[in-house]
């Protein structure tokens, strides 16, 4: 063992011209005794038994240690007694003969032994060459530099443990919760098992996972975000597989039971309610409904209600209010009964706008539902605004429409695409027949999910394509049979031709994004015109095809074009000039009469806005007094301005400014068109100039988030009526609520909601 007092023989240089320490000062905690056995009976200067001790740097390995991944493998004798692993964990490597010379144990170390770094300090810094022969450890956490030299005790690792350990670094310290240990402890000073027997000496890491203290109550509260969010069965807690799981995992958790969850489910339920009830209260404008009638195998339907709104800072947003069980779905009074459900549950009486059902209504129903909100909200344009029907399900029943008046040209081109798609070797040949001819088309064979018209859609647009080669597959394959005719090929093309629109329409509806009302007036023009062009054309089968399509969308276009129409003049590019050029195709000679139902319409409604103003949330008041009243800024104010003996002087303002309020209308209609740029936020630009059009641009908010769709994204092309699982309707009426309104409000909790810009050009 070589005392501190030995003296320290000069440095050698190695190989990459750094000063290497033969013999180093070091702390007793952190010597490394290698231990290495020669022969037993010779004697001499090649073959020696002894022990040698080499003051090794505790994080050094010396030049013949390779290393490997994160793995030190010692080489060319050079074997290390004991090896590093995390978790407070030693393990003790078997010694072997060395093969290499070794001088006596008080002798000095082998000179040119590069050595290498090993010590956990390295996890936390990095080395940087400041200058020639001056190096500097460098905080890979808070960028802090200290001085660092190889071999010296002044400028060695000790002080970079205390800036990580100690809590010097204040990135670390920052990161440190309560109950947590610090990331590296430093190894305790220990010579060996039981003294200086020359034993090799036990080090220590701790785990780089910080300690987290346990909480039974998080726990609970995430087993039930994870029920609502991933849709798992409440019982699941009760399963066999996942109690193991969790005892294995950490066995101080109480397992909780069915009704323990469903409990914890709920009340997830409602602290998530509470902030979506603040939010619903502070919505400067009033807020739209979209109701979609579920059915279930009990007879009883779930009526689930979607909320739709902008908000004080002009964002849109949609969020699931309710699902509410109603026992007879096929009554008069389903949906007014859900409905005012929702108004009291939410408290929104007097501020609803629009309903959006996602099936027509009869006139019974809809008279129902009109006096039931007619009680306690006002009914904007006469109610005119109030019922509209579901653009997505009106896409959806058209196709299917269309797919089954073609049911056996469909049928032919499914088989001919299976027979394709379902055999490796008839793909291969099919692919191989493709190259020969040179048909340039790039599109994929795939078979359709007839649940999804827009699967059948691409399947056949593809086949269109890919025709050539059908027609040509029997030559080289004998097999394939009853290929479709040219006359089909035709009739196939048609169907794509007309249903392109669709499918184009539809394809808004699935946005990431909430597009705003605006948009739909440019897609409904556009399919009402081409339809009714089609149902007039000479050709039988296109005539046929078209004509009953057509009926169904005109059903669509009679419901909701005044408000597609005010939501179209509500877009500064537009305005009035594309209602009078979109109603002349349509109409031709009579355009003039359905124009001044749009013109009188939007004026009626800009009235209704000045005589009745928006209810009075703190927001809405912030927007009239143009912004956020300061607490200083009403001091000193006369109680008797804000008397209730001016009552009738607010009505007299009103009056008299109703003049002035009409020509915020007009002078916007008078206003010159905006450029039709590519992109384009239509709400953007109402709250850039809100001020300039204080009454008009909160009807255009108010207009402009009417929703046209009551279906999901995910739902847009289904041609299936949605269904409630066997599984949740076994559940109370109140759990199934908590646990799909819950899963929207986690899901959606970050989602940017800001509107779509507009992509589409439409020519004048």
Known sequence: MVTPETPVTPATPTENHEMVH???????????????????????????MGHEHE????????????????????????????????GNEMVLADPEPNNVETPPSNTETQPGKRRKKKSIVWEHFTIETVAVGTRRAQCKQCKQSFAYSTGTKVAGTSHLKRHIAKGSCPVVLRNQQNDQLTPYSAPSKITGY???????????????????????????????????????????????????????????????????????????????????????????????????????????????????????????????????????????????????????DWSMEGKLFSVTINQPLGDAAVDNLRAL??????????????????????????????????????????????????????????????????????????????????TTYEMLLAATELREVFSCLDTSDPDYKDAPTLEDWKQIETLCTYLRTFFDTANLLTAPTIPTTNTFFHEAWKIQLELARAAASED???????????????????????????????????????????FSKIYGDEAATYVKIVEDGIHELFHEYVALPLPLTPTYIDEV??????????????????????????????????????????????????????????????????????????????????????????????TVSKEMDPYRCSLRPETVEALICGKDWLQNADRDTSPAPIKMEVPI
């Open 373 to 454: 909100l007619s009680v306690k909200n006002p009914l904007v344009l006469n109610g005119q605004l109030l019922v509209g029907n579901c653009l997505a399900r009106t896409l959806s029943s058209i196709a299917q429409y269309a797919f089954n008046f073609v049911h056996g040209t469909v049928k032919k081109v499914r088989d001919s695409v299976k027979y394709v798609k379902t055999s490796e070797s008839h793909e291969e040949k099919f692919i191989e027949l493709k190259q020969h001819l040179q048909v340039p088309s790039t599109k994929m064979l795939a078979l359709d999910d007839r649940t999804q018209w827009n």
């Open 625 to 718: 007094n143009g912004g956020p009243m300061r607490q200083e800024d009403g001091q000193g104010l006369d109680a008797s301005c804000n008397g209730p003996g001016l009552t009738d002087f607010d009505v007299y303002i009103m009056e008299t400014s109703s003049q002035q309020s009409r020509s915020e209308l007009d002078q916007y209609l008078e206003e010159s068109l905006l450029p039709r740029v590519h992109e384009f936020d239509v709400v953007g630009w109402w709250k850039l100039n809100r001020m300039k059009y204080p009454t008009l641009s909160k009807m255009a908010r108010d207009i402009l988030s009417v929703p046209v769709s009551t279906v999901t994204a995910d739902s847009v092309f289904s």
């Open 540 to 582: 039988p089968f296109t005539s046929g095809l078209t004509k009953m399509m057509q009926e169904k969308f005109d059903n669509y276009w009679k419901s909701c074009c005044l408000m597609l129409a005010i939501a179209v003049v509500m877009d500064p590019r537009f305005k009035m000039k594309l209602v009078e050029f979109s």
């Open 55 to 86: 003051m090794i740097h505790e994080h050094e390995m010396v030049e013949h240690d390779i290393v490997l991944g994160n793995e030190i493998v010692p080489g060319n004798g050079m074997v290390p007694d004991y090896e590093m692993i995390p």
């Open 194 to 344: 039981g003294g200086s027997n020359g034993a090799p000496k036990r080090r220590y890491r701790t785990a780089s996972t910080p300690y987290v203290a346990f909480d039974p109550d998080r726990c609970r509260q995430e087993i039930s975000k994870m029920i609502i969010m991933h849709d798992y069965p409440l019982h699941m807690v009760e399963h066999t597989g996942f109690l193991t799981f969790v005892q294995n995992l950490q066995p101080r958790f109480d397992m909780v039971s069915f009704n323990t969850v469903q409990g914890d489910c709920v009340a997830t339920y409602l602290r998530e309610k509470q902030a979506i009830q603040k939010v619903i209260d502070g919505v400067p404008g009033w807020i739209c409904l979209t109701l979609d009638m579920w059915s279930s195998r009990h007879t009883v339907g779930y009526v689930f209600i979607t909320g739709q709104y902008i908000d004080s800072e002009w964002k849109i947003h949609r969020k699931i209010l309710n699902v509410i069980m109603e026992p007879y779905p096929d009554s008069e009074t389903a949906f007014s009964h859900a409905v005012a459900a929702c108004l009291s």
């Open 22 to 48: 033969e013999h180093e000062m070091i702390p007793e905690h952190e010597m490394v005794h290698e231990h290495e056995m020669g022969h037993e009976h010779e004697m001499g200067h090649e073959h020696e």
